[in-house]
């Protein structure tokens, strides 16, 4: 569930923004981007150290650090005009159920496999 989520958020934010101005390309484009997939992308790590709960929790919370990242950029990119308040406020809510996903996962590792 949380890789299929964190993919979708990704996924949603490239096609968003697509429709960002070219000066940003190096800037916002490039680092909403990289925060977006980070989170999927530490999941998939977090899942592949399971064996070792320390480590699982650890990957988690770099995927949770990740995704308050992009949640960061979105609010730029509100705020900058360069999405409207509904895609924000979607993006946003996908990006909590994210979160909490991650935390439920990170208070009890032993539910997924750790250890």
Known sequence: ML????FTLAMEIFSVTKQFPK????????????????????????YRKRRYPNHFVSKLTDADME?????????FSLACG????E???KLLALSGEVGRILQ??????????AG
């Open 87 to 89: 895609v924000y406020e």
């Open 23 to 46: 000066e940003e390309i190096y800037s916002l484009t490039d680092q909403i981007r990289r925060s977006s997939r980070s989170v999927n992308i530490s999941t998939i790590e977090a």
């Open 104 to 113: 439920y996962m990170m208070d009890n590792p032993d539910k997924f496999g």
């Open 67 to 75: 995704n308050s990242e992009t949640q960061g950029w979105l609010e």
């Open 3 to 6: 890789y299929k989520k964190s």
């Open 82 to 85: 360069y999405i409207t308040k």
